[in-house]
């Protein structure tokens, strides 16, 4: 595998930059618990069987389907309650060891985060962690979905094929394949329980986490 003959590597943020599954996770829940733990656990569900979609169509989507008639926070509302919480945990979450280390490695290619997250979010916590600066190709979220950001930055010519797409949901797959992008599945933080038959079936390359991707590119 010769990582560096990509131009562009492209990467998901959570559960791949960050150990963040977990704490959108729990924040989702949090956020509809005023309309029941039932109710709160049915956003859960949702979110886990559709990682790396916004956080705005999970919330329409609860709204209406789940929450109907009862009393509870709006729209706008559980937005602000899940975006306090989310971003909370990540500044404070783990950050993929040997990032840095892949980024000396791969010097001569340009570096785009494209997440589910929502991209003010993403910028300004990037940018207090030290992280933005790895990323030259930008950093992109929602509300534009994964597959308008790629098409976007491929017309752009900001994403340069080959291009590789780092990612660690089903969604990453199947947007990376239809905009034409190498993927590479990373399952170490990843929420997605049906990981490794999915990989499997669909000859999909995974590693548990950015450093082994690295250690492989090495030997």
């Known amino acids: 595998m010769n ?4 131009k562009t590597l492209v990467f ?13 996770t729990a924040a989702f829940y949090q956020a509809a618990l005023p309309y029941g733990a039932a109710a709160a656990q049915s956003l859960v569900d949702y979110h886990l069987a559709r990682g790396g979609i916004s956080r705005y169509k999970k919330f329409d989507w609860f709204l209406a389907n789940i929450a ?8 706008q509302e ?27 490695y791969t010097c001569n290619a340009n570096w785009v985060i494209v997440s589910g997250g929502d991209q003010q979010e993403l910028r300004e916590v990037f940018a207090l962690r ?23 930055e491929l017309t752009n010519n900001n994403i340069h094929v080959p291009a590789l797409f ?17 993927f590479f599945f990373l ?9 490794s038959n999915y990989c499997a079936s669909n000859k999909i390359t ?13 030997q």
């Open 78 to 104: 559980l937005l602000e309650a899940y975006a306090t919480q989310v971003r909370l945990g990540l500044l404070n979450c783990d950050i993929a060891d040997g990032l840095w280390q892949l980024r000396q």
């Open 130 to 152: 030290g992280l933005a600066e790895l990323f030259n190709g930008g950093i992109f979220g929602s509300p534009d979905s994964k597959e308008e950001i790629l098409m976007r």
């Open 12 to 24: 998901d943020c959570d559960g791949v930059v960050l150990d963040s599954n977990k704490v959108k």
């Open 166 to 182: 780092l990612g660690d949901s089903r969604y990453d797959h199947v947007a990376a394949e239809n905009s034409k992008l190498d």
């Open 187 to 195: 399952h170490g933080w990843s929420e997605f329980d049906g990981w």
């Open 3 to 6: 990582l560096n003959s990509y």
């Open 68 to 75: 109907g008639n009862r009393t509870g926070p709006n729209r």
């Open 206 to 218: 995974s590693f548990e986490s950015i450093q082994k991707l690295l250690l492989s590119a090495n």
